[in-house]
């Protein structure tokens, strides 16, 4: 049923298109007569201009297909897309320059106007094609998130949630970003007594206070600083005394994270130990990580800062009596930073649309299902759980393009052009979610699991810890392969396992 409807809209949209170069065509010739004549009718009058438009109308057709302007008839125009019309006007000219030549005798004054008109209506012609196509990049149909899912959106438990939230302090680290933003509209929505917003962007904090703060019974607080800085946060945590922390705040760009390895150091795993220690000595009752998928078996610098989080993390929860846990999830659709936003705008231009592997898979989760699964984590953690959510089978990234394509009411290979770049350093041609029966065990929640990590000992997450603050120290000496070593022995992972 679905996709009948939808080759119903793609017929829909392409007739439209024919009827909108058609009126394009009997437009151009129409005024280009008007103003040859100074509006006045022409001595021999206007029924041969009329009886002459279809003969312009299928010259028109015949020189759009003849120079392949149909490949983006239902698409873009870009300059490069120029070449294309402005060849199909000159063979238009051309043919009714000939027809005069052929024709010529005012019985066929239909098939021969007058050379000015000839010019000015292929003229017009050009201009109203380049028009066309160029507002319909801005008519693009916009493309749901939910359906590049190749999955059921999973439900929260909101009852829960709001159980547990209502009339809590709640601190949200990265508030700011994409799910700290979504985890707020999420938390307000619970109705706590305080919610306090924690970015070190200013201006992103004032966007979301804009929309968050109005009268009710949340009192929003925008905190701008950097959760990393011990003495700022310990400030923030002694004053509010939150009752759940949920830390968002972190670098995910893997490739520019491979150029920046000592910053995802300190930010991912280091800022991260300061807000846990610090959070346990202000007896914080919950405290959420977001985590991601890259940290199982990590091979990139995201990867490798996220895993040291997260043993940082678990070492924590054994020896306070706060509820230490962590989230992992996959790609979040639409997030600040991730492909889906730059499929949209590479669409938008005209292509083409870049993919670095053709047999590149993901998980993918929306903005909100990873924001309900922080939450629903904040509400069953005991302590010590690294929680996973069943997010399907992995899809494959040129099968996301085509779908965005399509649905977008453009024709991959056609409209909008797919060219594959090569591999990227740190990234991995699929992720891995380790969600068999051996390594999980089902949640209250039929969709999240909890993975059994094997604990890391004492003297291991000191050791990480100690070499950890050596190689930050050292700033632009640290390379991505003195990373690794962190995580690795002789070549074998060590602390790579969930």
């Known amino acids: ?58 010259v028109g057709w015949g020189a759009l297909v003849l120079f392949g302007c149909l490949r983006v008839h239902s698409g873009t125009v870009t300059l490069k897309s120029l070449p294309r019309f402005a060849g199909a006007v000159a063979v238009m000219v051309t043919v009714q320059l000939v027809m005069r030549w052929i024709w010529n005798s005012p019985e066929a004054i239909w098939l021969r106007p007058p050379i000015s008109v000839t010019l000015m209506a292929g003229t017009l012609t050009l201009l109203g094609w380049l028009a066309l196509r160029y507002m319909s990049r801005l008519q693009l149909r916009p493309i749901e998130v939910t359906d590049l899912l190749g999955r059921s959106v999973n439900e ?7 159980e547990a939230l209502q009339g809590k302090t709640v601190l949200i680290t990265g508030a700011g970003g994409s799910i700290g933003s979504e985890l707020s509209r999420q938390v307000l929505a619970a109705e706590p007594q305080t919610l306090l917003l ?47 922390v949920l830390h968002a705040a972190a670098y995910k760009h893997v490739p520019m994270l491979e150029q920046n390895p000592c910053a995802a150091l ?24 977001v985590s991601t998928d890259k940290a199982v078996r990590p091979v990139s610098v995201l990867g490798i ?9 678990h070492d924590l929860a054994a020896k306070s009596q706060t509820r230490f846990c962590a989230v992992r999830f996959g790609n979040v659709l639409d997030s600040s930073g991730s492909a889906v936003p730059k499929f949209r705008r590479q669409i938008q231009q005209g292509g083409p649309v ?10 993918f989760m929306t903005i909100p299902e990873a924001s309900g699964l922080v939450l629903q984590a904040a509400t069953l953690a005991k302590g010590g759980e690294l929680f996973v959510l069943d997010m399907g089978h992995p899809v494959l990234m040129t099968q996301l393009v085509e779908t965005m394509i399509r649905r977008s009411g453009l024709k991959p290979g056609r409209d909008i052009e797919i060219v594959f770049t090569g ?16 390594t999980t065990e089902r949640t209250a929640h039929n969709r999240i699991f909890v993975s059994r990590i094997p604990r890391v000992s004492a003297t291991e997450v000191e050791a990480l810890l100690v070499q950890s603050i050596a190689l930050a120290a050292e700033e632009g000496a640290l390379d991505v392969a003195r990373l690794h070593t962190l995580l690795t022995e002789e070549g074998n992972n060590k602390h790579e396992v969930l």
Request: hydrophobic share 45%; proline share 5%; charged share 25%.
């Open 354 to 363: 870049t993919i670095t592997d053709p047999r590149m898979k993901r998980y």
């Open 305 to 313: 800062t996220k895993r040291l989080a997260e043993i940082f993390v």
């Open 1 to 58: 049923m679905r996709g009948c409807c939808r080759r119903k809209a793609c017929a829909t949209f392409r007739m439209k298109r024919f009827l909108a170069d058609t009126l394009v065509l009997g437009l151009a010739y129409w005024v280009a007569f008007l103003l040859r004549f100074d509006f006045q009718e022409p001595v021999f009058g206007w029924i041969p201009v009329l009886t002459g438009m279809p003969m312009m109308c299928l």
């Open 423 to 438: 591999i990227r350093p740190g990234e991995k041609l699929e992720e891995s979610l380790d969600l068999d029966a051996e």
């Open 266 to 289: 300190k930010n991912n795993a280091l800022a991260t130990r300061t807000l846990a220690e610090e959070s346990a000595a202000s007896a914080v009752g919950t405290f959420v990580l």
């Open 198 to 244: 924690v970015d070190i962007s200013e201006a992103a904090l004032y966007v979301l206070c804009e929309e968050l703060i109005q009268p009710g019974v949340t009192q929003v607080v925008p905190l701008v600083g950097d959760c990393g800085d011990r003495g700022w946060i310990r400030q923030v945590l002694r004053t509010h005394q939150p009752d759940f």
């Open 156 to 162: 929260v438990n909101t009852p829960r949630v709001r």
